[in-house]
Protein backbone atom coordinates (compact mmCIF):
# COMPACT_ATOMS: atom_id res chain seq x y z
CA UNK A 1 0.00 0.00 0.00
CA UNK A 2 1.03 3.67 -1.08
CA UNK A 3 -0.61 6.67 0.18
CA UNK A 4 0.02 9.76 -1.51
CA UNK A 5 -0.33 13.37 -0.87
CA UNK A 6 -0.19 16.29 -3.19
CA UNK A 7 0.65 20.12 -2.14
CA UNK A 8 1.51 23.13 -4.06
CA UNK A 9 -1.55 24.01 -6.25
CA UNK A 10 -3.13 27.66 -6.36
CA UNK A 11 -3.85 30.63 -8.21
CA UNK A 12 -1.74 31.82 -10.68
CA UNK A 13 -1.71 34.46 -13.56
CA UNK A 14 -0.57 33.36 -17.00
CA UNK A 15 3.15 33.00 -17.61
CA UNK A 16 3.41 32.09 -13.78
CA UNK A 17 5.28 29.31 -12.23
CA UNK A 18 3.86 26.48 -9.28
CA UNK A 19 5.75 23.50 -8.19
CA UNK A 20 3.74 20.65 -6.92
CA UNK A 21 4.79 18.07 -4.19
CA UNK A 22 3.05 14.82 -4.09
CA UNK A 23 4.48 13.24 -0.78
CA UNK A 24 4.38 9.06 -0.59
CA UNK A 25 4.54 6.77 2.59
CA UNK A 26 3.89 3.12 2.88
CA UNK A 27 5.58 0.51 0.54
CA UNK A 28 9.20 1.23 -0.65
CA UNK A 29 8.79 4.54 -3.09
CA UNK A 30 11.62 3.53 -5.29
CA UNK A 31 9.97 0.77 -6.45
CA UNK A 32 7.08 2.73 -8.00
CA UNK A 33 7.13 4.31 -11.33
CA UNK A 34 5.76 7.89 -10.48
CA UNK A 35 3.17 10.55 -12.87
CA UNK A 36 1.02 13.19 -12.62
CA UNK A 37 -2.74 13.44 -14.29
CA UNK A 38 -4.74 16.46 -14.75
CA UNK A 39 -8.47 16.83 -14.89
CA UNK A 40 -10.23 19.76 -16.13
CA UNK A 41 -14.05 20.75 -15.28
CA UNK A 42 -16.35 18.42 -17.44
CA UNK A 43 -13.46 16.41 -19.06
CA UNK A 44 -11.55 13.52 -18.61
CA UNK A 45 -8.42 12.82 -16.29
CA UNK A 46 -5.50 12.96 -18.82
CA UNK A 47 -1.83 12.18 -18.29
CA UNK A 48 0.39 14.71 -17.92
CA UNK A 49 4.29 12.85 -16.77
CA UNK A 50 5.41 9.94 -15.60
CA UNK A 51 8.94 9.45 -13.99
CA UNK A 52 10.72 5.78 -13.62
CA UNK A 53 11.63 4.24 -10.95
CA UNK A 54 15.31 5.82 -10.76
CA UNK A 55 14.46 9.09 -12.54
CA UNK A 56 16.22 7.88 -15.35
CA UNK A 57 13.55 8.65 -17.90
CA UNK A 58 10.75 10.68 -18.24
CA UNK A 59 7.55 11.47 -20.63
CA UNK A 60 5.15 13.96 -20.95
CA UNK A 61 1.84 14.79 -22.94
CA UNK A 62 3.10 17.27 -25.98
CA UNK A 63 1.18 20.41 -24.69
CA UNK A 64 3.41 20.31 -21.52
CA UNK A 65 6.93 19.14 -23.16
CA UNK A 66 9.15 22.12 -22.58
CA UNK A 67 7.11 24.20 -19.61
CA UNK A 68 6.76 21.01 -17.43
CA UNK A 69 9.54 18.73 -15.75
CA UNK A 70 8.56 16.21 -13.38
CA UNK A 71 11.16 15.09 -11.27
CA UNK A 72 12.18 12.98 -7.97
CA UNK A 73 13.51 12.59 -4.66
CA UNK A 74 13.44 9.01 -3.45
CA UNK A 75 15.05 9.65 -0.45
CA UNK A 76 12.64 11.93 0.67
CA UNK A 77 9.52 10.22 -0.83
CA UNK A 78 8.34 12.96 -2.79
CA UNK A 79 8.15 13.50 -6.48
CA UNK A 80 7.24 16.80 -7.88
CA UNK A 81 6.02 18.71 -10.91
CA UNK A 82 7.65 22.13 -11.77
CA UNK A 83 5.11 23.62 -13.62
CA UNK A 84 6.39 26.92 -15.77
CA UNK A 85 4.55 29.22 -18.32
CA UNK A 86 1.50 28.38 -16.93
CA UNK A 87 -1.07 28.65 -19.53
CA UNK A 88 -5.43 29.13 -18.50
CA UNK A 89 -6.03 25.74 -20.36
CA UNK A 90 -3.65 24.17 -17.47
CA UNK A 91 -6.12 25.04 -14.90
CA UNK A 92 -7.23 21.85 -13.51
CA UNK A 93 -7.54 19.32 -10.52
CA UNK A 94 -3.42 17.42 -10.67
CA UNK A 95 -3.52 14.14 -8.92
CA UNK A 96 -0.48 12.10 -8.31
CA UNK A 97 -0.55 8.28 -8.86
CA UNK A 98 1.89 5.33 -8.64
CA UNK A 99 2.51 2.01 -10.06
CA UNK A 100 5.17 -0.71 -10.34
CA UNK A 101 5.38 -1.26 -14.36
CA UNK A 102 6.34 1.40 -17.26
CA UNK A 103 4.28 0.76 -20.15
CA UNK A 104 0.96 2.45 -20.91
CA UNK A 105 2.11 4.82 -18.70
CA UNK A 106 -0.78 6.98 -19.90
CA UNK A 107 -3.55 5.37 -18.74
CA UNK A 108 -5.15 6.18 -15.96
CA UNK A 109 -6.71 2.72 -15.17
CA UNK A 110 -3.32 1.54 -15.02
CA UNK A 111 -2.30 2.81 -11.96
CA UNK A 112 -2.74 1.43 -8.51
CA UNK A 113 -2.49 4.23 -6.30
CA UNK A 114 -3.91 8.14 -6.13
CA UNK A 115 -3.72 11.21 -4.21
CA UNK A 116 -6.32 13.70 -3.27
CA UNK A 117 -5.79 16.02 -5.70
CA UNK A 118 -4.76 19.47 -5.26
CA UNK A 119 -5.95 22.61 -7.48
CA UNK A 120 -3.95 24.09 -10.04
CA UNK A 121 -6.25 27.48 -11.48
CA UNK A 122 -4.55 29.63 -13.95
CA UNK A 123 -6.30 33.62 -14.82
CA UNK A 124 -5.63 35.09 -18.17
Known amino acids: QVQLVESGGGLVQAGGSLRLSCAAS????????MAWFRQAPGEERKFVAA????????DYTDSVKGRFTISRDNAKNTVYLQMNSLKPEDTAVYYC?????????????????WGQGTQVTVSS
Open 97 to 113: AARTTWPNRGRDSEYNY
Open 26 to 33: GRAFSSYV
Open 51 to 58: ITWSGGAT
